[in-house]
């Protein structure tokens, strides 16, 4: 029998009303001749309540016990459409994540599969079962306890079902009807792909698209898993949305695909620093150690400073991080200069910017992306603060109140709105 993953996320599961709307829509596929394995979220909302109850209870939570307390969105939605889908005549059941078994790491709060044994949900479906609802999101440790995959993670749920069992597709349903050239919640000139690379689709989700969380794509990837966006709210057919898949499928070539934007970004200065071998790692040393994810780095010309602090020469060094570890970063470095392992006149935190990228692996053939994008901002009287680039993209830092105005500028300049 051949097999679908449709995944459905929190506002498509956001009430009643919607997960009967969902239901039928699982129920057309097997009216299609498949069997389906359902993914679902939380409803809209309720992950973000349950953390805030971990918060508001234990400041310092035992990570074991949040993803005890925030995997349980998943729970309620799991068991409502598989009721939804027995009163629908098909037959249907509900998996938690430690039923299936869905084997994880211990990581709370970013756990990563270990393996997801087929038998017992195999076995169900060789008994008449249609249709496997599981909770998304969640998984089990190798120590017994509930872990949950990081925030989004219902589509990392999704694609590594659809690896383990093979499915033809991995439909991902949502509130928007595919993958935009960038959110089309920022732009309206923002506009639907009927494909995009693997390559991009990563590069966009890290660099801060949250149409899917990072690491589905990674894992849609590596399987080669058919994996397509679209939306729940309308009706769809095998066209609908947007597929994401390998770059030979794709005859487009232009530089740029799309742009992606975070706002959780910050930037931290440390000014004059000493200019020798060896302050770069002892500065990220103990960030890294501090589980800081630095991000862009930037380290200005070194100058000479006849001061009484410094004999040599010193400069100064920016570099950005997600907004929430600003302050483990701070005591980090502030803790290296009390050890006297550093040294910084003084330190500098702004947590007012955003970083704008722009992604394509047309950038690959194309020279002079990096130009046309600066030139667009500076048009716009928007001020660059960090840059970096890779093969397939470019992002910059800037202030955040100019986000949406320089997505706009990039939208226009590369011609995203005209296929
Ligand atoms: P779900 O709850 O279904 O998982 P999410 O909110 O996680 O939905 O993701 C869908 C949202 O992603 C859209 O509502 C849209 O605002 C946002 N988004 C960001 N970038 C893009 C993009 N390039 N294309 C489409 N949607 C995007
Ligand atoms: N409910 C979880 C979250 O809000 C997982 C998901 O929706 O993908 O992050
Ligand atoms: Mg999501």
Same mark, same amino acid.
């Given at each position: 029998m051949p097999l679908l993953v449709m995944k459905f996320g929190g506002t498509s599961v956001g009430d009643l009303d919607r997960i009967a709307n969902a239901a039928a829509k699982v129920k057309r596929e097997v009216e299609r001749g498949y069997d389906v394995i359902v993914i679902v979220s939380a409803m809209s909302g309720k992950t973000n309540e349950l953390v805030g109850w971990v918060e508001k209870t !234990?400041?310092?939570?035992?990570a074991r016990e949040y993803d005890a307390v925030v995997s349980s969105g998943e729970n309620i939605t799991a068991g409502l459409m598989a009721l939804r889908l027995q009163e629908m005549d098909v037959p249907a059941r509900s998996w938690q994540g430690w039923q299936v078994p869905i084997n994880t790491t !211990?990581?709370?709060?970013s756990a990563r599969f270990l393996s997801i044994p087929r038998a017992n949900i195999d076995q169900k479906f060789a008994e008449g079962m249609k249709v496997a609802v599981v909770a998304g999101f969640q998984g089990l440790s190798p120590e017994g306890r509930i872990t949950t995959l990081g925030r989004g993670g219902s589509d990392t749920t999704a694609v590594a079902f659809a690896a383990a069992f093979e499915a033809e597709r991995c439909d991902i349903y949502t509130d928007v009807d595919g993958i935009y050239t960038t959110d089309p919640r920022v732009s309206s000139k923002a506009r639907k792909l009927d494909k995009i690379a693997f390559e991009e689709m990563l590069e966009l989700a890290s660099l801060g698209?949250?149409?899917?969380?990072t690491r589905s794509v990674e894992l849609a990837m590596r399987y080669n898993v058919r994996l397509r966006v679209l939306s729940s709210f309308e009706d769809t057919d095998e066209t609908s949305g947007t597929l994401v898949c390998a770059?030979?499928?794709?005859?487009e070539s232009k530089a740029v695909s799309g742009i992606a934007f975070s706002r959780e970004e910050a930037k931290i200065t440390l000014f004059t620093i000493e200019d020798r071998p060896g302050i770069a790692t002892a500065i990220f040393g103990p960030l890294a150690e501090a589980g800081v994810n630095v991000d862009m780095i930037v380290q200005n010309i070194s100058e000479k400073d006849y001061d009484e602090h410094h004999t040599g020469a010193v400069t100064d060094m920016t570099f950005s991080c997600p907004i929430n570890q600003v302050a483990r970063a701070e005591k980090a470095l502030e803790d290296a200069r009390a050890a006297g392992k550093i040294r910084y006149d003084e330190l500098i935190i702004d947590t007012d910017v955003a970083k704008v990228s722009v992604v394509g692996i047309g950038m690959r053939s194309h020279a002079g992306v990096a130009a046309k994008m600066f030139n667009a901002l500076a048009a716009e009287n928007i001020n660059i603060k960090v840059i970096t680039t890779s093969e397939i993209k470019i992002s910059v830092l800037i202030d955040r109140k100019y986000m949406e105005l320089a997505v706009q500028a990039l939208h226009d300049a590369f011609g995203l709105d005209k296929a």
């Open positions: !234990s400041p310092l939570y035992d !211990s990581a709370h709060g698209a949250k149409v899917l969380q770059e030979e499928e794709i005859m």
